[in-house]
């Protein structure tokens, strides 16, 4: 079974810092990346996509993947209380489960002024 | 442009009862995904529909639940004879189904269903 594990948390960090989310993956061939984010009642949002090894920045956003480690993460930088929410981390294996993506359980972050 | 929608927003349903929860997607995007998001068991992979090819169901949990796409657009996801444990948020998400991967799925607002 596909499993996609995130870092159990809950995670508080103070506004300003950074936050580091993380995400380990069962299957080896895995080939796309993301990172939701969901607020309390709404649906996921996307916040980033990664499909290579390294890192990929968007704003105070970065993710980073390593595929030898089979792990992904999400670095916020500047946290504000705004970022304060469930993120998802979300898997697409690619070749026959293409299009099905596999979530881990999430983790709430929380960003105190 | 406008995003994925979804109805009802929420649904309250008594055990054994059939409920159906409607998605349509954004314009243009050939793939429709289905979701279902529960307390215990996090974001589950229900359906997938790509084009006019043969939907893959793989993640259906019973044979109570089932789903169309009619046009290659609107969605229907169908539960038969409700149970307590199929309440949660049922989430529709679409995307552009281009060949060679790396899809970004746009989410719906979801439909809460609670059965009692």
């Known amino acids: 079974q596909k499993e996609v594990e995130q870092n159990s948390g809950p995670l508080s960090v103070p506004e300003g810092a950074i936050a580091s989310l993380n995400c380990t993956y069962s299957?080896?061939?895995?080939?796309?990346f993301f990172w939701y984010r969901q607020y309390s009642g709404k649906s996921p949002e996307l916040i980033m996509s990664?499909?290579?090894?390294g890192d990929k920045e968007d704003g105070r956003f970065t993710a980073q993947l390593n595929k030898a480690s089979q792990y992904v993460s999400l670095l916020i930088r500047d946290s504000q209380p705004s970022d304060s929410a469930t993120y998802l981390c979300?898997?697409?294996?690619?070749?026959?489960?293409?299009?099905?993506?596999?979530f881990g359980q999430g983790t709430i972050l929380t960003v105190h002024p | 442009g406008a995003g994925v929608s979804q109805s009802p927003s929420n649904k309250v349903t008594e055990k054994g009862k059939d409920v159906e929860l409607r998605c349509d997607p954004i314009s243009g995007h050939t793939a429709l995904y289905w979701y279902r998001q529960s307390l215990g068991q996090g974001l589950e992979f229900l359906i997938y529909?790509?084009?006019?090819?043969?939907?893959?169901k793989s993640g259906l949990p019973s044979d109570r639940f089932s789903a169309e796409r009619t046009g290659g657009s609107v969605s229907t996801l169908t539960i038969q004879r409700t149970q307590q444990e199929d309440s949660a948020v049922y989430l529709c998400a679409s995307s552009l189904g281009l060949a060679g991967g790396h899809e970004t799925q746009y989410f719906g607002p979801g439909t809460r269903l609670l059965v009692l």
């Open positions: 990664i499909y290579s090894n």
């Open positions: 529909f790509q084009g006019n090819s043969a939907p893959d």
């Open positions: 299957d080896r061939v895995s080939q796309s």
């Open positions: 979300a898997v697409d294996a690619g070749g026959t489960s293409y299009g099905k993506l596999t």
